[in-house]
């Protein structure tokens, strides 16, 4: 079982980037899957969620408007696009899935905003 991030790496701010996440070993279309962000020295935060059939999402206050996160259920991927991103938003991501019974974490991918 993998979740593999990728898409991650240094923007200027006011810039954009479409994170995806990768599952394997696993049918993620029974999965809630979400995408959180670590930056140094804080805890991590729940940035994006969606359902199983991609109909709800959430999204922490800091990033709406501005992130979008979507599924490919048929491509076992999820993806959280990112406009008008600020320095702020400079952490690692992290993908993770879970069905009330199981979770699974992906292993980050570097997200840096930076002129």
């Known amino acids: 079982v993998q979740l593999v991030e990728a898409g991650g790496g240094l923007v200027q701010p006011g810039g954009s980037l479409r994170l995806s996440c990768a599952a394997s070993?696993?049918?993620?279309?029974?999965?809630?899957m979400r995408w959180y962000r670590q930056a140094p020295g804080k805890e991590r935060e729940l940035v994006a969620s969606i359902g199983s059939a991609g109909r709800s999402t959430a999204y922490a206050d800091s990033v709406k408007g501005r992130f979008t996160i979507s599924r490919d259920n048929a491509e076992n991927t999820v993806y959280l696009h990112m406009n008008s991103l600020k320095p702020e938003d400079t952490a690692v991501y992290y993908c993770?899935?879970?069905?009330?019974?199981?979770?699974?974490w992906g292993q980050g991918t570097q997200v840096t905003v930076s002129s």
């Open positions: 070993g696993f049918t993620c279309s029974n999965y809630v």
């Open positions: 993770y899935a879970g069905n009330g019974h199981v979770d699974y």
